[in-house]
């Protein structure tokens, strides 16, 4: 049974003018470790991957938050909702803390999707009973 649906889109345009003002604080805010260490290594090989690495996550985690019904309040915080991928290229989420035992406590899965352009991110994300 769905539990609750989410969906963000982000303009990357407004990412990258973060980036230039706020540095890396920006990113060590929103992304979790995992996270940071790809959004460092696509930054160094091409700056406009990095900004839509962190524009995708930024909005994967908006979509999230808004599916789990709790937007970002605790214990829903940036960095204890990670968007991963697995081998395959698929993109999944790693839940940590607080925000994981919230989560699993109440039997729920997550689906994720993200897409990205020149100029936006958007994700849509499909939380779900499991029961």
Same mark, same amino acid.
């Given at each position: 049974?769905? *539990?609750?649906? =989410?969906?963000?889109?982000?303009?990357?345009?407004?990412? $990258?003018?973060?980036?230039?003002?706020?540095?890396?604080?920006? $990113?060590?805010?929103?992304?979790? +470790?995992?996270?940071?260490?790809? !959004?460092?290594?696509?930054?160094?090989?091409?700056?406009?991957? =990095?900004?839509? *690495?962190? =524009?995708?996550? !930024?909005? $994967?985690?908006?979509? !999230? @938050?808004?599916?789990?019904?709790? =937007?970002?309040?605790? +214990?829903?915080?940036?960095?204890?909702?990670?968007?991963?991928?697995? +081998? @395959?290229?698929? +993109?999944?989420?790693?839940?940590?803390?607080?925000? $994981?035992?919230?989560?699993?406590?109440?039997?729920?899965?997550?689906?994720?999707?993200?897409?990205?352009?020149?100029? *936006?991110?958007?994700? !849509?994300?499909?939380?779900?009973?499991?029961?």
């Amino acid at each position: 049974m769905i *539990y609750g649906v =989410g969906t963000d889109l982000c303009d990357l345009r407004r990412v $990258a003018a973060t980036l230039a003002r706020r540095g890396e604080r920006f $990113a060590e805010k929103v992304l979790g +470790p995992q996270e940071l260490q790809v !959004f460092r290594a696509r930054r160094a090989r091409v700056e406009a991957r =990095g900004i839509s *690495y962190l =524009g995708t996550r !930024f909005s $994967a985690k908006e979509a !999230f @938050s808004k599916a789990i019904g709790l =937007g970002l309040r605790m +214990p829903m915080t940036w960095r204890a909702c990670e968007i991963l991928n697995l +081998p @395959s290229g698929q +993109p999944h989420i790693v839940l940590h803390g607080e925000l $994981a035992v919230w989560f699993d406590a109440r039997g729920l899965k997550a689906h994720v999707s993200i897409t990205d352009e020149t100029d *936006y991110a958007t994700s !849509f994300v499909v939380v779900e009973t499991q029961t």
